[in-house]
C-alpha cells in the first residue's frame, strides 16, 4: 500500500491545526505536529525540550536537525506506516529536502500539500483569542470557537490556557520567520500535482470542505 503523507502548510494561526485535527480523524491517520511534540518536550524537560524553550518562547525556530530528528522518529512509529497528516512541518527548505528523502527511502512520496492562505490581520485576531486544552491539545478560541463551559475543554474537561507564544510581540515575530523561512516553501511545492492552495476564510466547516475537495482532486 503506498502511504498518505499529507502537508499543511501556512502561517502562524492560519488554522493548520484545527484543520489537521479533523482530517486526522475523518483519514483515521495520525495528526503529526512538530509545535506540540516540542511544547510536550518542554514539559517533560527532556533534551530537546531543553534546546527548544527559549527559541519558541522568542517566536524563532527550531534547528533543522533537532525537527528532522524528531520527525525521522515519528515516521518510525508504528501507526506512520500508512501516512501521517503533517502540522508545521516542513518549515524550511531544508526540512522540505529531508522529508522527501526519508520518504523516498521507503518509496514513499508527499500526497497533499495543504496551503491555506488568510490575511494578517485575521491572523493575528485568530491567535491572540485562542485557547488551548492542557491535556489533549484541542483548540478553541475565545470568540470562533467557545466551549459549552468557560475555560474548560468539551472533549477532555481539561483545563484551556493561552500558549506562551501567543502574546502580541511573539506573533509578530512568528508571522516575520515565517514570511523569511517558510513562505520560500510555497515556490518549492508550487509546481507539484500535490500542491494545493486553500483559501483559509470563513467559518471552519467551510474551511474544512474546501480541504476535503482538494485531498479528492490530489487524490
Ligand atoms: P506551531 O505550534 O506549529 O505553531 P504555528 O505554526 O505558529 O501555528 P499555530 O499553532 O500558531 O497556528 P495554526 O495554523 O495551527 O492555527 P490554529 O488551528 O491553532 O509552532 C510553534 C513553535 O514551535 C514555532 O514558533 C517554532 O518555534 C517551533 N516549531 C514547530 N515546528 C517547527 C519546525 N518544523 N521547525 C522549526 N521550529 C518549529 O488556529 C488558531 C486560532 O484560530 C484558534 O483559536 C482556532 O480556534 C481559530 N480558528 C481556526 N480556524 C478558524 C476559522 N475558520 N474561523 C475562526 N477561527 C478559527
Same mark, same amino acid.
Given at each position: 500500500m503506498v502511504a498518505k503523507h499529507l502537508i499543511f502548510l501556512g502561517?502562524?494561526?492560519?488554522?493548520k491545526g484545527t484543520q489537521a485535527q479533523r482530517l486526522a480523524k475523518l483519514m483515521d491517520l495520525p495528526h503529526v505536529s512538530t509545535g506540540d511534540m516540542l511544547r510536550a518536550s518542554v514539559q517533560s524537560g527532556s533534551e530537546v525540550g531543553l534546546c527548544a524553550a527559549a527559541l519558541m518562547e522568542s517566536g524563532a525556530l527550531v534547528g533543522d536537525e533537532i525537527i528532522i530528528r524528531i520527525v525521522e522518529e515519528r515516521l518510525?512509529?508504528?501507526?506512520?506506516s500508512a501516512g501521517v497528516i503533517f502540522d508545521?512541518?516542513?518549515?524550511?527548505i531544508h526540512q522540505a529536502d529531508a522529508l522527501d528523502n526519508l520518504l523516498a527511502a521507503h518509496g514513499d512520496k508527499i500526497g497533499a500539500v495543504l496551503h491555506l492562505d488568510l490575511d494578517d490581520e485575521e491572523i493575528v485576531a485568530r491567535l491572540s483569542g485562542r485557547r488551548v486544552c492542557s491535556e489533549c491539545g484541542a483548540i478553541y478560541h475565545i470568540r470562533y470557537h467557545t466551549p459549552?463551559?468557560?475555560?474548560? =475543554?468539551?472533549? =477532555?474537561?481539561g483545563a484551556l490556557l493561552q500558549r506562551d507564544d501567543d502574546q502580541p510581540a511573539v506573533i509578530r515575530k512568528r508571522l516575520a520567520v515565517y514570511q523569511a523561512e517558510t513562505a520560500p516553501l510555497i515556490a518549492y511545492y508550487?509546481?507539484?500535482?500535490?500542491y494545493h492552495l486553500v483559501s483559509g476564510e470563513g467559518e471552519a466547516d467551510d474551511v474544512f470542505s474546501r480541504i476535503v475537495k482538494a485531498v479528492e482532486v490530489v487524490g
Open positions: 502561517a502562524p494561526g492560519v488554522g518510525l512509529l508504528e501507526d506512520a508545521g512541518f516542513p518549515r524550511t459549552t463551559v468557560y475555560g474548560i =475543554c468539551d472533549l =477532555c474537561g508550487h509546481d507539484r500535482p500535490a
